[in-house]
């Protein structure tokens, strides 16, 4: 157990609706990152968040985006939903984010199908 | 300058072999090296990881060894297990960057 928890586990949902994904980093940790990994694909970054301030983007789209709250818990938020977000959506958490080179402990990550 | 190539894409081994992925990357900057751990319906785990300050580390059974002229580092698994099985991805990451994965290598090893 990486310390990390997101929720839900599973979610299903239909095209055009919106989604929020939740993630509670370890404790202690200043930073949360977002990735999302589709079949048989590697983990794509998509966004930084370090002590409630955005830090890093990376392949985000548009039609996401995400906050970290005083809590340091983050909430990654999906829209207008097509078929190809299908995906699995994994958080990370690190104790810095930008003064060096942490390791980054993984969540279990949430299934987000789009029928 | 960013990617991190990784090979090979699958990997069968016996049970008792060693297993072996490489990685390459292009952008010498890059200053940490783990590798991740990945079973089916779980999130990547931090298997062992190297700074390039040293050529070869060792937890176990997982070696990396890392040869910066050539820009290589690669994870070796000894004496492979069926418990082994799992899909590994090296990243890179430069300091006070993110990291860079590779596309990940999906290990079976065999009874």
């Known amino acids: 157990d990486s310390g990390v928890t997101q929720t839900p586990k599973h979610l299903i949902t239909a095209t055009g609706q919106r989604v929020t994904l939740r993630c509670s980093p370890r404790?202690?940790?200043?930073?949360v990152y977002w990735y999302q990994q589709s079949l048989d694909q590697g983990l794509q970054f998509l966004i930084q968040?370090?002590?409630?301030?955005?830090?890093a983007k990376g392949n985000i789209l548009e039609r996401f985006s995400a906050q970290q709250f005083p809590d340091l818990h983050s909430e990654l938020n999906l829209s207008s939903l097509e078929l190809g977000d299908s995906a699995l959506y994994f958080c990370?958490?690190?104790?810095?984010?930008?003064?060096?080179?942490?390791?980054?402990?993984f969540g279990p990550g949430t299934r987000l199908t789009v029928l | 300058q960013q990617q991190v190539k990784q090979s090979p894409q699958s990997l069968i081994v016996q049970k008792g072999g060693i297993s072996i992925i490489n990685c390459a990357y292009e952008?010498?900057?890059?200053?940490?090296f783990p590798w991740y751990q990945q079973f089916p319906g779980k999130g990547p785990a931090l298997l062992i990881a190297?700074?390039?300050?040293?050529s070869e580390k060792k937890e176990g059974r997982f070696t990396i060894s890392f040869n910066k002229s050539a820009k290589q580092f690669s994870l070796h698994i000894m004496d492979s297990q069926p418990g082994d099985s799992a899909t590994y991805f090296c990243?890179?990451?430069?300091?006070?960057?993110?990291?860079?994965f590779g596309p990940g290598t999906r290990l079976s090893v065999l009874p």
């Open positions: 990370a958490s690190s104790i810095r984010g930008g003064e060096g080179t942490d390791t980054q402990y």
């Open positions: 968040y370090y002590n409630g301030e955005e830090r």
């Open positions: 990243a890179a990451a430069l300091y006070g960057q993110n990291f860079v």
């Open positions: 190297i700074r390039p300050d040293v």
């Open positions: 952008n010498t900057a890059f200053d940490y």
């Open positions: 404790s202690g940790d200043l930073s």
